[in-house]
């Protein structure tokens, strides 16, 4: 009792705890108490950290390095029976079969709504409303930091290359001309390839002594 002959209220452990800890003056807490504190600490923080942390991101339906690897390596074998083997039933299926290109569209159309739902695409929105008057090719650069927007550049360089060797085998076989060296330079490089079966084109021609009508024929007249 106190000097004044009135009990002592009653006092809740917790309400005891933040006396102790809390009260100028008081003793200092035991180790077992610091700890208790320390831990409802630690507690309310993460549970502050886990409000705000985004939502995890939902898996994607075509990963842009999956799509990137994927896609060239089943470009290589295919270039590879263009190049040396364009006679083939094997390549004339490929060169008539819209496989490839059906393909392609596929994964590009699906990496490009990926990349719309991911907020890549927003970095395109930027570059191009901060062009004066067109994009640079720094700020093009910096584009490609988004892996999606990689990947999507790189199947848009691989299908327009196939479109390219396509042209480039088609024309040599009507033509009768050689295309292993442009087909196989289309890969990568298509407008190299072009070039070179351009010239190539017109070298045999030259040799052959073709008449003027065939040698002088689009290669974009049936394609």
């Known amino acids: ?4 002959g ?3 209220p009653q006092v809740t452990a917790p309400y005891a705890l933040r006396s102790i800890v809390s ?3 008081s003793r200092k807490a035991a180790p077992h108490e610091r700890l208790v504190v320390q831990a409802g600490k630690c507690a309310a923080a993460a549970a502050t950290i886990e409000a705000l942390a985004p939502p995890a991101a939902a898996p994607l339906l075509l990963p842009p390095e999956l799509a990137f690897s994927t896609a060239t390596y089943l470009m290589v074998p295919t270039y590879v029976i263009l190049a040396f083997f364009p006679r083939s039933k094997l390549t004339r299926a490929i060169l008539g079969s819209p496989l490839v290109p059906v393909a392609f569209c596929i994964a590009y159309a699906v990496l490009a709504w990926q990349a719309w739902q991911s907020g890549s695409l927003e970095a395109v929105r930027q ?4 062009a004066q ?3 640079d090719a720094a700020s093009l650069a910096g584009l490609f930091q988004h ?3 990689a990947a ?8 327009l290359d196939f479109i390219t060797a396509r042209a480039v085998v088609l024309d040599g076989l009507r033509h009768l001309v050689p295309t292993c060296h442009s087909a196989w330079l289309c890969f990568m490089v298509g407008p190299l390839g072009l070039l070179s079966h351009l010239i190539t084109r017109t070298v045999v021609h030259k040799l052959r002594k073709d008449t003027p009508a065939v040698a002088s024929s689009s290669m974009w007249a049936e394609y």
């Open 1 to 4: 009792s106190s000097s004044r």
């Open 6 to 8: 009135q009990p002592l």
């Open 23 to 25: 009260r100028p003056g």
């Open 127 to 130: 570059v191009v409303a901060a």
């Open 133 to 135: 008057p067109l994009p």
């Open 147 to 149: 892996k999606a927007l």
């Open 152 to 159: 999507l550049a790189w199947l848009h360089l691989l299908m």
